[in-house]
């Protein structure tokens, strides 16, 4: 800025701070703030006493005008944006408060004294109105002011800026970014976890993973970037040469490196500083002292320049010795500093004289990925999207690195036991029993999905789900989603019907789908299987270690059986063996529908449906015999007995129509599993990318006693014939009972184009394409059968391409298709037991229904189930699982017409 | 949906006039929910049948309830009201019979003042608590009561019977009071969730009972359940939630009691009728369950009562009568706390709010704060407590709020003493490491207070005896399970080594030489906090030690 004409004077202040303005009445600091920053940045305790008063000028209000400036600039600093202040504060206890206000949020705090001369302000104040004090008013607060300045640089500013004269309409501000702020860096990276002095497995690691090392530096021929995250020093054998060669790497910029505790120890023990000698501060010191002087400078220089924490990656990663929560991120203050050094910790010491660390992961719910060290463990784990990397090499252990965004781990072991550690390498803390925090779920939330945007839960909605979680529902770490509400089509005109295939079709063929699939709907209750080849695999994907390999739970997230769980589980495990073959993945979540009815549903059979069945076989029988006696004696009641005639026929219609779903059954024997979508597996949320085909061609060869097929046929909705044919294929299934079908598109609906790709999948949404199914826009990505096993040459994937409505197929911009992903049309008798025994006596009025809400809720719970299996595929922590989940089950709690 | 009203009186057809209806017209009569029609299967010298039929219209039904219908529900559509003779047959009865329900007859008063030779006849009568419930409500009016119950569904003989009776009644009996008992007793009978009828229906059907209900032995039942359904039921969220799982919503309810409300003077408390467990435990309210921190109003009053007397015990017994358990194990926790000199406590599971309400009229506490994850349940606490009548220096010392044992809560945090009373046996086992987490390990109050029945004492239980639910029957049927003093001592051990808390167990109630005392007790310090205090860990009961520290 030196260079720009004249004389600009360049005030400089962190891009996020406390700005405080300090002048006296009249000095210009209003105009100068309205000059330089934006409105919403410039709190003024003016405007906070016109707040509380109504009069700007009302000293009286002065008190209360300062605790809501206080609270209006904690809430923003809180937020991380720049503030400004506009009062005098020209008396020490103001400013102090406001300093003490940014120390309590973690943000540096800038002084700009306008320096101008009392006549100045006197003159301004007399030309304006609103300003009713006396000279006398500016002439105290300017005396306040001298006073101040002499020692302001005490108050415990990072820097004041004092202008004066014509430097203050002169004045240029910028912004100086924060030291930790390298968000602009986007890797890739090796992120690697603590060294302590063993140069030759660092220099394995570092080869393993493509490095070229020399003795003083080392390059990654595709641009990776190292980060280290501290405690390169002390323990081990060669100190220096790790030193050595970090210290090329961050100076040729191929490395980037934070502080640890045992360089702010090693700086201070150097400095000649008086600290205890142990924990391998020893042996640095015997090594550095064989180092030339010249090194010894460089070296304390680099550590003792080292910095907290790095953000990189714009914000999504986050690297600290001991880790660092996220109210901290990219914050600096003393504590932020000593967190990021030495952890959370609680002041207590363990058995073995160590310091005790507060589990702060656990309780960690930031975006940003976490990478850290510093405490030893035998296994790095993910909890909440942290990861501790220091495994220990200097101990036996081994040193490890994480590539990201890979998120892969890499070690090497060490060559020896350089170090005895003090206490033996374990988990550091018992492994989290999956513990939720209230805060995670309750009140008014709002979350976002990548499948429908942000979703809002309304507080009544949560509350809730909150009791039926907690009371009912199974292991939150095993319930990893929850099936979406189902709307019906749009009412039939056809008569007797309410409901029939052909404005299914039609709505799917209007919203430009070509292809949908007719499954067969069960009539029994909705069952989610979660479902673990072994109880490692179960301890790794789920969290759970209790030796239990999955469980089978409803739609509102309870368990089926008391204690028949464990022995579905077993057999379900046993009928989808193939699956881990297939899948390549040792677990995998299943959407089924479980069978018989009464199985789950008995009480409510019971209570309701044949409590309604009996009364009616009680009382009809009786009611056209009074009537058939009335007759006999020539009373006319024919269009009573007539009535009473058709409703027992009714009644009896209900009857079969329940007790068809309701069969006896003893332990498992009788219950039947009908798997019709596989919702997840390793690294894929299939059920977003996925083409109906490859889920039922895979579920079809299940062969079990326990699994029952799910019956479907394709329609290419284009042909009259297909479509007329389904219909004769629905009529017959309801015919003969069955409740109904599902109609869905047949391949996965197009989303917003350009989301994330899930890890080890092709299946993204947008990129799917199979034969028949050509997008206008053209967007096709890889053949949606790669990977799906021998789906090629299946009859049923091929059709006449169909243009698609531009508007569904993936348009550019498009945030989320508006498509129903099923719509259920149910049978004539079937809903008998939805609308009553009698309700084909009254069709014309309840045709009138009204179906918007529940559509509209179908979109949303779709969108944030898939959201939930996204989050378990792409290894999110269970918090973020359960968010979407613990959503679906509180919208499930709107009111809708249950009818639909 | 169908009364038939025979009379044997000479000439018979003189009921037409009594009932204002000629037997040789068939005769309609509008409802808001449907169409009534008066006809006579029979009319003879010795035998005349009238008939009361009434159609329901389902749809009409829900439209007819109009703004206050309780929203969305299935039960709204698929339903026993065109079947059964229930709420809405009484109200078109008291419409269509007016006058003779007034025992007025311009013609015939003689016969309308005087008992007849009546046979009332329905087919199809629900009666929750089964056809023994017609028979005493029934015969203590003169009635000779015939009930025979209907099956659920011939094809699934397992299921049993519905609730539902064919009733005749026979006696001789004047036509107004027969009509009156009808009105009266078809509701309590049917007990539905929801009258189906406005509020002002109910409050005439309690009028019509002038004269002979305030003598009835069964007054306090009929009563009961008259009142215990007055409540507006709006649904909730809540009870969409159990909709959606195929759940009966009464057996998701939470396990909070609800006090008995405006109940007349001199009614026994809820639950000390004896039939109320045997007859309707699935689903009557009545059932006074004992509820999360709250407790059953019934369970030791039954215990002392059905002992059979010479029984031993009976003696200490009888003084146990005037204190149920409840009282005892809220008194017990009371004393715990007071003995150990805590000064703030956080009721996790405080149901409607007993305890919470006993420790805020004691002094000793300067923060009393109610926890619970029923909204429900919450809603009644402070209803209980008198929230919005509470003077603020009170209120101040007060916090109630919905959260949950398995969620961590910095609510939760910052109290000397948590109570968890009657509240664990609430938690699915495998959900109850998630709760001593949450509790013990991160909201780590100095201590901890958990009762939770005994259940080697259920066998002092007469309604919990084998022949009446099996060896396995629980106190509640929201348990999910119920400890052995061994059980409970080696779980609370467990908690206490892994989160560091030494812990002293107590009895509540009289500790039974054989099978221990209806309620444990455990009572867990923090040994750091106790360490930290510079305290010995005292021995409880040396409370002197305690207070000083």
């Not at chain 1, 698609?804 to 197929?809: N, V």
Request: hydrophobic share 40%.
């Amino acid at each position: 800025m030196h260079d720009h004409a004249g004389r600009a004077v360049e005030v400089s202040v962190p891009g996020m701070s406390l700005v405080v303005l300090v002048g006296i009445s009249g000095s210009g600091k209003s105009t100068f703030a309205a000059k330089h920053f934006r409105p919403t940045q410039v709190i003024s305790s003016d405007f906070c006493r016109g707040l509380v008063s109504d009069d700007e000028t009302d000293q009286a209000a002065t008190p209360d005008a300062f605790d809501l400036l206080h609270h209006i600039v904690g809430t923003r600093l809180r937020r991380g944006l720049l503030t400004v202040v506009d009062a005098t504060n020209v008396q020490w206890e103001a400013r102090k408060k406001l300093i003490e206000l940014a120390r309590s949020h973690d943000v540096l705090a800038d002084a700009i004294v306008l320096d101008v001369p009392e006549e100045v302000a006197i003159a301004r104040n007399a030309a304006r109105p609103d300003r009713p004090f006396g000279a006398h008013v500016i002439t105290r607060q300017r005396k306040d002011l001298r006073r101040s300045l002499s020692k302001i640089s005490k108050d415990g500013f990072r820097r004041v800026h004092v202008l004066r004269g014509d430097d203050i309409a002169d004045a240029v501000i910028t912004y100086e970014k924060a030291w930790t702020d390298r968000t602009d860096l986007t890797g890739p990276f090796d992120i690697i976890g603590d060294v302590h002095g063993c140069r030759s497995e660092l220099e394995t690691l570092l080869r393993d993973l493509g490095w070229e090392v020399t003795p003083t530096g080392a390059v990654h021929p595709e641009g990776r970037t190292a980060v280290f995250v501290g405690d390169l020093v002390d323990r081990g054998p060669d100190t220096p040469g790790v030193l050595r060669l970090v210290m090329g790497m961050v100076a040729a910029g191929t490395a980037l490196c934070v502080s640890g505790n045992h360089e702010q120890k090693l700086v201070r023990a150097l400095d000649g500083r008086k600290v205890r000698v142990a924990h391998g501060l020893e042996r640095s010191l015997e090594q550095f002292a064989a180092e030339p002087e010249e090194f010894r400078t460089a070296a304390r220089a680099f550590m003792d320049g080292l910095i907290s924490h790095y953000r990189l990656d714009g914000g999504r990663l986050v690297v600290a010795h001991a880790g660092l929560k996220e109210a901290y991120h990219g914050r600096a203050s003393g504590r932020v500093r000593a967190f990021a050094l030495y952890g959370d910790t609680t002041g207590e010491t363990d058995e073995y004289g160590l310091p005790v660390r507060y589990p702060w992961a656990n309780d960690y719910r930031g975006r940003a990925m976490v990478v850290y060290g510093h405490t030893p463990i035998p296994e790095p784990e993910w909890v909440n999207n942290t990861i501790c990397l220091d495994t220990g090499v200097v101990f036996g252990g081994r040193l490890t690195a994480l590539r990201y965004p890979e998120r892969r781990l890499v070690s090497v072991p060490a060559e020896k036991m350089w170090y005895e550690p003090v206490r033996p390498l374990t988990s550091s803390a018992a492994r989290d029993p999956g513990v939720l925090d209230i805060g995670d779920v309750d009140g008014t939330r709002y979350v976002e999905t990548r499948y429908g945007g942000r979703i809002k839960i309304a507080e009544e909605n949560s509350r809730a789900a909150l009791e039926i979680m907690s009371r009912f529902a199974v292991d939150p770490r095993w319930l990893v989603y929850l099936p979406p509400t189902m709307a019906p089509p749009e009412t039939s005109s056809l008569d007797g019907y309410l409901e029939h295939p052909a404005e299914a079709f039609e709505e799917f063929a209007r919203a430009g789908v070509s292809r949908v699939v007719c499954e067969e709907k069960h009539m029994g209750s909705r069952a989610i299987a979660v479902l673990a080849r072994t109880p490692e695999a179960a301890a790794r994907r789920f969290g759970v270690t209790d030796g239990s390999v999955g469980t089978v739970y409803t739609r509102t997230g309870r368990p089926f059986f008391d204690d028949l769980t464990a022995e579905l589980v077993d057999r379900l495990r046993d009928a989808v063996s193939p699956l881990w073959e297939g899948l390549r993945s040792d677990w995998v979540v299943l959407d089924c529908e479980l069978l018989p009815w009464s199985a789950k549903a008995e009480g409510l059979i019971r209570d309701q449906y044949a409590s309604v069945g009996a009364a009616a076989a009680a009382a009809l029988p009786e009611v056209i015999r009074a009537l058939e006696t009335a007759a006999g004696r020539g009373l006319d009641v024919g269009g009573q007995l007539d009535h009473a005639r058709r409703r027992a026929g009714n009644a009896a219609r209900f009857r079969d129509a329940y007790a068809r779903y309701c069969w006896p059954v003893s332990g498992l024997d009788g219950v039947r599993l009908a798997p019709f979508q596989i919702l997840a597996c390793e690294g894929r949320a299939t059920a977003v990318g996925e083409p109906h085909a490859w889920h039922l061609d895979l579920l079809g060869r299940l062969e079990s006693d326990i699994i029952t097929p799910t019956r479907h046929v394709f329609v290419s909705l284009d042909s009259e014939e297909e479509r007329a044919a389904a219909v004769e294929w629905w009529s017959a299934l309801t015919a003969e009972g069955g409740e109904g079908m599902v109609v869905k598109p047949a391949d996965p609906l197009p989303a917003a184009p350009g989301l994330p790709g899930l890890p080890g999948s092709q299946a993204v949404p947008g990129q799917q394409a199979v034969p028949g199914q050509q997008g206008a826009s053209g967007q096709q990505g890889a053949s949606g059968q790669q990977g799906a096993p021998a789906l090629s040459g299946d009859p049923l994937l091929s059709g006449e391409p169909v243009p698609g409505d531009p508007t569904a197929e993936g348009t550019p911009g498009v945030r989320r298709s508006r498509v129903q992903p099923g719509i259920k049309v149910r049978g004539r008798e079937y809903l008998r037991i939805i609308y009553g025994p009698d309700y084909t006596e009254s069709l014309d009025v309840l045709r009138r229904r009204f179906p918007g809400k529940k559509r509209s809720l179908a979109l949303r719970e779709q969108a944030l189930g898939l959201e939930a299996l996204t989050r378990l595929a792409e290894g999110d922590p269970l918090w973020r699982v359960h968010e979407a989940v613990f959503a679906v089950l509180a919208l499930e709690s709107e009111p809708v017409d249950p009818r639909l | 949906m169908l009364l038939t009203i025979s009379t044997t009186v000479r000439p018979a057809t003189d009921l037409g006039f009594l009932l204002h209806k000629h037997p040789d017209r068939v005769r309609e009569f509008g409802q808001s929910f449907g169409t009534a029609t008066v006809f006579y299967p029979e009319a003879g010298e010795d035998r005349c049948t009238a008939a009361l039929l009434l159609e329901v219209d389902p749809v009409r039904l829900v439209r007819s309830r109009g703004k206050s219908s309780p929203d969305f529900s299935l039960g709204q559509y698929v339903n026993d009201r065109p079947y059964a003779a229930s709420s809405l047959l009484a109200v078109t009865l008291a419409d269509v019979f007016r006058t003779a329900r007034a025992g007025r007859c311009a013609s015939r008063q003689e016969l309308a003042d005087r008992p007849i030779p009546l046979e009332l006849c329905l087919p199809a009568l629900p009666c929750r608590g089964g056809a023994d419930l017609a028979h005493r409500l029934f015969e203590p009016l003169g009635w000779q009561v015939e009930a025979s119950a209907v099956p659920l569904d011939e094809a699934f003989p397992e299921w049993g019977d519905s609730r539902y009776v064919r009733l005749t009644l026979r006696g001789e009996v004047r036509l107004a009071d027969a009509l009156n008992h009808l009105y009266v007793l078809l509701p309590v009978l049917d007990d539905a969730k929801h009258y189906w009828v406005a509020d002002d229906e109910v409050d005439k059907l309690i009028r019509a009972g002038e004269g002979w209900l305030a003598a009835h032995p069964e007054k306090p039942l009929i009563a009961r359940r008259y009142l215990g359904r007055r409540r507006a039921l709006a649904r909730t969220a809540f009870a969409r939630l159990a909709e959606v799982g195929d759940d009966v919503e009464e057996a998701l309810e939470p396990p909070v009691e609800e006090e008995p409300l405006d109940l007349p003077a001199g009614e026994e408390p809820v639950g000390t009728s004896a039939e109320a467990h045997a007859a309707e435990k699935p689903t009557g309210d009545e059932v006074a369950g004992p509820p999360i921190g709250d407790a059953s109003a019934g369970e030791p009053i039954r215990q002392a009562a059905e002992r059979p007397m010479g029984d031993a015990a009976a003696a200490a017994a009888e003084d146990e009568r005037r204190v149920p358990l409840n009282v005892l194990r809220r008194e017990a926790v009371v004393s715990v706390l007071e003995e150990i000199g805590v000064r703030t406590v956080i009721d996790l599971g405080c149901g409607s709010g007993q305890l919470v309400s006993a420790l805020l009229s004691g002094p000793a506490f300067a923060k009393v704060t109610g926890v619970d994850v029923s909204a429900h349940a919450l809603a009644l606490a402070a209803r209980r407590l008198k929230l919005d009548r509470m003077p603020e220096a009170k209120r101040a010392r007060l916090e109630l709020f919905q959260g949950s044992l398995t969620y961590t809560d910095a609510r939760f945090a910052g109290y000397d003493a948590a109570v968890l009373m009657e509240v664990v046996e609430h938690v699915d086992p495998p959900r109850l490491p998630a709760l001593e987490r949450v509790v013990f390990g991160v909201a780590r109050p100095a201590h901890v207070i958990v009762t939770t029945p005994n259940v080697e004492h259920n066998i002092r239980y007469e309604f919990l005896a084998p022949e009446k639910g099996g060896p396995a029957a629980r106190r509640h049927p929201d348990h999910r399970f119920e400890w052995t003093r061994a059980e409970f001592a080696e779980w609370a051990a467990g908690v206490g080594e892994t989160y560091g808390y030494q812990v002293d167990f107590r009895p509540v109630g009289e500790d039974d030489p054989e099978v221990g005392p209806p309620t444990q007790m455990a009572v867990f310090t923090s040994i750091a906090r106790a360490a930290r205090d510079h305290a010995q860990v005292p021995e409880l009961g040396d409370d002197r030690s305690l207070r000083g520290a």
